[in-house]
């Protein structure tokens, strides 16, 4: 098979291997790594439809990784995809109000993010130890919830890694925050920064970038790796769960082999939706994708004008992981959509940066066809958890909901009869004051932690084990920091 190689989508860098993009994570101009060419499927549909997730990840992702040889990638596989997740297929499809909904929350941290972090820390070792890097790496990430637990889950106790999660001390849910204050590894350390997500991301942006400061670490053999959904080493394994879920359905019988589905997915960063393109690219039959947003509705006013402008108030809501204004995956589509023009796409990201809005050419738009952009108010978000839990007594949390409510708008105003899958991003029991609060008023004053229990008596369902007695758990992180003081806490946990 030929190799495939990586090219930063501003130009700087090109002939990239897939194991130096990955560790690496964003090129050196400031662009992310994308293939040269979307790779196509190297068999037909047909081959792949009955294989199980671990065997169907193997055959997408080695399209993407070619430099891994096929041992390294099954043992990162299997490392990954296994009693972690609990349930036997990993990404389980289920159907309720003629929807397919895409469960990607049963692994260890309740949301969609252990798909890629569970598999991007065997990954990155795989990489350093091809590229014979011997350098301790460290993983610095800024969350805003789910990301960080989930990346120092996936990370605790990896050899020849440290993990380093800054997140803002009163920006999170109560659950989320205890997840990760309690996280277990001797490498893993969680500072909670007075300030919020913005702050805690630039402090890491910056501290990425300080080149003196990696240079003394450097010479103390350590170097710096992101976990962040610019790796393509999170968007890769993304990929694999969009070709599973078609072929449920025509394990099913809810579709024959080739017809054409619609997908939706609740957006923040685009990484999740960026996936669902390249399966489209690689020869998955997708009609539509739908890109949902919530009040923070960049990306909705992106595909219906063609111009993106992060100039607006960010809104806090009960959907937090979408709450963004920039999403930095929406540079690599742009890079697709310009014919692979790196001029263009540096161009449209310095006016970013710059002013804080571009706005993209026709002939670029009219390669925007195949997204359909919606949104959905707190209001409505809430009331369609409460229209679907009545009619079919499914619960789902507050980012599937987003979705799953701008879908019902998109078949009201279209009456587009393709079947539907809609990415389920999170447990309902990692937001359970919004959620029950949704359900019904009686919910009210009770903590999220209270909330857990009443949460299984109304589905009538066991508690998932990543949350039982998770308010027992003891805390194992205190340490919170001013935002300028995050270099120092960093230099202290490595240097001492
Ligand atoms: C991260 C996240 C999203 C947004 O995914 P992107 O890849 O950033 O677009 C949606 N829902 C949940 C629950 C998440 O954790």
Do not use: W
């Not at 990489?127 to 990346?151: H, P, R």
């Not at 890694?161 to 590894?185: L, N």
């Not at 402090?203 to 080149?211: A, L, N």
């Not at 009456?415 to 309902?428: E, H, N, V, Y």
């Amino acid at each position: 098979m030929s190799q495939i190689k990586y090219k930063s989508t501003r130009g700087g860098q090109a002939d990239i291997s897939s194991s130096y993009a990955i560790v690496q994570g964003i090129a050196q101009d400031g662009g992310l790594f994308v293939p040269q060419e979307i790779p196509k499927l190297d068999c037909p549909l047909e081959d792949l439809k009955d294989m199980s997730y671990q065997e169907l990840a193997y055959q997408i992702m080695k399209n993407y990784l070619s430099d891994f040889t096929e041992e390294e990638l099954k043992d990162c596989i299997n490392k990954a995809y296994d009693k972690k997740f609990d349930d036997k297929k990993i990404a389980p499809l289920v159907k309720h109000d003629d929807v397919y909904f895409l469960e990607l929350f049963h692994g260890p941290t309740l949301a969609f993010k252990d798909m890629a972090l569970s598999i991007l820390p065997h990954l990155l070792k795989t990489a350093a130890k091809k590229l014979n890097i011997e350098k301790e790496i460290v993983i610095l990430t800024a969350t805003s919830g789910d990301t960080g637990k989930a990346a120092l889950e996936g990370f605790a106790d990896v050899e020849g890694t440290k993990i380093i999660v800054f997140f803002p001390q009163d920006g999170v849910s109560e659950i989320q925050k205890r997840q990760m204050t309690t996280q277990v590894g001797d490498n893993t350390y969680v500072i909670g920064i007075e300030g919020n997500f913005d702050d805690a991301q630039n402090g890491v942006k910056q501290i990425f970038g300080d080149e003196a400061f990696n240079q003394y670490l450097s010479e103390n053999n350590y170097m710096f790796s992101s976990a962040n959904s610019i790796n393509i080493g999170r968007l890769v394994p993304q990929i694999v769960y969009y070709f599973y879920a078609y072929f449920q359905m025509v394990q099913a019988g809810e579709i024959a082999l080739g017809d054409q589905v619609n997908i939706v997915v609740p957006t923040g960063n685009f990484g999740n939706i960026l996936a669902a393109y390249y399966a489209r690219q690689m020869g998955l039959p997708v009609a539509k994708l739908i890109c949902a947003s919530n009040d923070n509705k960049v990306l909705y006013d992106f595909f219906n004008t063609g111009k993106y402008d992060k100039n607006r108030e960010f809104i806090l809501t009960i959907s937090p992981s979408m709450d963004i204004l920039i999403s930095s995956n929406l540079e690599r589509l742009l890079y697709h959509i310009a014919d692979e023009d790196a001029n263009k796409t540096k161009e449209l990201m310095e006016k970013l940066k710059t002013q804080g809005h571009y706005e993209i050419t026709p002939e670029m738009k009219d390669k925007l066809k195949i997204f359909h952009g919606g949104f959905a108010t707190q209001a409505e978000t809430c009331r369609r958890i409460k229209e679907l839990f009545d009619k079919t007594a499914y619960l789902i949390d507050t980012h599937t909901a987003v979705a799953y409510s701008v879908y019902k708008d998109y078949l009201e105003k279209t009456g587009d009869t393709t079947k539907t899958i809609i990415a389920s991003t999170a447990s309902p029991y990692k937001f359970t004051t919004s959620v029950m609060k949704a359900i019904d008023s009686q919910y009210e004053g009770y903590s999220d932690f209270e909330l857990i229990e009443k949460m299984s008596q109304l589905i009538k369902r066991e508690t998932p084990k990543a949350i039982k007695d998770i308010d027992k758990r003891p805390v194992r992180h205190t340490t919170v920091c001013k935002k300028d003081e995050m270099k120092a806490v960093v230099e202290k946990i490595l240097i001492k």
